[in-house]
C-alpha cells in the first residue's frame, strides 16, 4: 500500500506563491504517474498537474503552477506563484500504479489526505 502525505498549505494573499509537497512511502511510483488535484467546496476533484512520461497542466494554472519530482527522496512537489482566490482548494497528491496521460481522478490509485490552500483577496 502506497502512502501520500502532502504538506505546504496554509494561508496566502492573492499574488503570493506557496509550495507543495508530497512523500510517498514507496519509491516505485515516483517513477510513474503523480499528479495533484484539488477540491473547492461544494465542486468535485479537479485535476491540477501531473508528471510522468510528460508534465502536463490544466488550462487555469498553466504558467503559474510548476510540478516536480526527485525520485531519490519519493518526492513529489508543486510550486504556485501569482496565486488567486479562485485556486483556494483542498490540494490532493495521487499516484497511479501505471503511467498515464489522464486527467480524470478515477485513473489515479493512491491518494493523499490533502492540504487546504487558502487565498485571499
Known amino acids: 500500500q502506497v502512502q501520500l502525505v502532502e504538506s505546504g498549505g496554509g494561508l496566502v494573499q492573492a499574488g503570493g506563491s506557496l509550495r507543495l509537497s508530497c512523500a510517498a512511502s514507496?519509491?516505485?511510483?515516483?517513477?510513474?504517474?503523480m499528479g495533484w488535484f484539488r477540491q473547492a467546496p461544494g465542486k468535485g476533484r479537479e485535476f491540477v498537474a501531473a508528471?510522468?512520461?510528460?508534465?502536463r497542466y490544466a488550462d487555469s494554472v498553466k504558467g503559474r503552477f510548476t510540478i516536480s519530482r526527485d525520485n531519490a527522496k519519493n518526492m513529489v512537489y508543486l510550486q504556485m506563484n501569482s496565486l488567486k482566490p479562485e485556486d483556494t482548494a483542498v490540494y490532493y497528491c495521487?499516484?497511479?500504479?501505471?503511467?498515464?496521460?489522464?486527467?480524470?481522478?478515477?485513473?489515479?490509485?493512491?491518494w493523499g489526505q490533502g492540504t487546504q490552500v487558502t487565498v485571499s483577496s
Open positions: 514507496s519509491g516505485a511510483f515516483t517513477t510513474n504517474t
Open positions: 495521487a499516484a497511479a500504479r501505471q503511467s498515464t496521460s489522464s486527467r480524470r481522478a478515477e485513473s489515479y490509485d493512491y
Open positions: 508528471t510522468g512520461w510528460s508534465t
